[in-house]
């Protein structure tokens, strides 16, 4: 199998001493806002949520990667790779729910900060085309919930529209 990639994957290289202190600043601003009930941020730097992500072994396993954040917002990429082919030679659809999932779980965080415990209750997936490249899933919250929050992600291979998601998660209490 060849390798078929439409999405270049982002490098955080050589990002400075700076930026890694501003970032681990508002971190800390986060921190110290969520615990006296005021809000530091109202997104996240795309460096923090991609450290997050990184921590999650099962996302490096898939080899997903962010590529945008805004607020409220996030596009996760996942490269086409012969171990995520089912019969037929298209992407298993575990795969578009991968980066559906991910893709919302970070939209939520730049909303409410850094949260681990922000986990998918519900979620409903509609196929429209087996992929056979990179898919790529845009995520945004349509409605944050204090308990519960609802959003949807569309997924795109080659700038084609494949597969549609509504996701619900629980929101931890604080």
Same mark, same amino acid.
């Given at each position: 199998?060849?390798?078929?990639?439409?999405?270049?994957?982002? !490098?955080?290289?050589?990002?400075?001493?700076?930026?890694?202190?501003?970032?681990?600043?508002?971190?800390?601003?986060?921190?110290?806002?969520?615990?006296?009930?005021?809000? =530091?941020?109202?997104?996240?730097?795309?460096?923090?949520?991609?450290?997050?992500?990184?921590? =999650?072994?099962?996302?490096?396993?898939?080899?997903?990667?962010?590529?945008?954040?805004?607020?409220? !917002? =996030?596009?996760? =990429?996942?490269?086409?790779?012969?171990?995520?082919?089912?019969?037929?030679?298209?992407?298993?659809?575990?795969?578009?729910?991968?980066?559906?999932?991910?893709?919302?779980?970070?939209?939520?965080?730049?909303?409410?900060?850094?949260?681990?415990?922000?986990?998918?209750?519900?979620?409903?997936?509609?196929?429209?085309?087996?992929?056979?490249?990179?898919?790529? +899933?845009?995520?945004?919250?349509?409605?944050?919930?204090?308990?519960?929050?609802?959003?949807?992600?569309?997924?795109? !291979?080659?700038?084609?529209?494949?597969?549609? !998601?509504?996701?619900?998660? +629980?929101?931890?209490?604080?």
């Amino acid at each position: 199998v060849t390798e078929r990639h439409a999405f270049p994957k982002p !490098s955080y290289d050589g990002l400075g001493k700076a930026f890694k202190t501003a970032c681990y600043f508002l971190d800390l601003c986060w921190s110290f806002g969520k615990t006296w009930g005021w809000i =530091a941020l109202s997104v996240v730097p795309i460096g923090l949520l991609q450290r997050e992500i990184e921590k =999650a072994p099962f996302i490096r396993w898939w080899g997903a990667t962010l590529l945008e954040v805004g607020d409220g !917002s =996030a596009s996760v =990429a996942l490269p086409f790779r012969e171990e995520l082919i089912r019969p037929g030679g298209v992407l298993h659809g575990s795969s578009y729910e991968l980066v559906a999932d991910v893709a919302m779980w970070v939209a939520i965080m730049t909303k409410v900060g850094i949260e681990p415990m922000a986990v998918t209750i519900e979620m409903k997936t509609s196929f429209f085309k087996g992929a056979t490249t990179d898919i790529l +899933a845009k995520a945004n919250i349509l409605k944050l919930g204090k308990r519960v929050t609802f959003g949807e992600a569309e997924i795109f !291979s080659n700038g084609e529209l494949m597969a549609h !998601s509504t996701l619900s998660y +629980a929101m931890p209490r604080h």
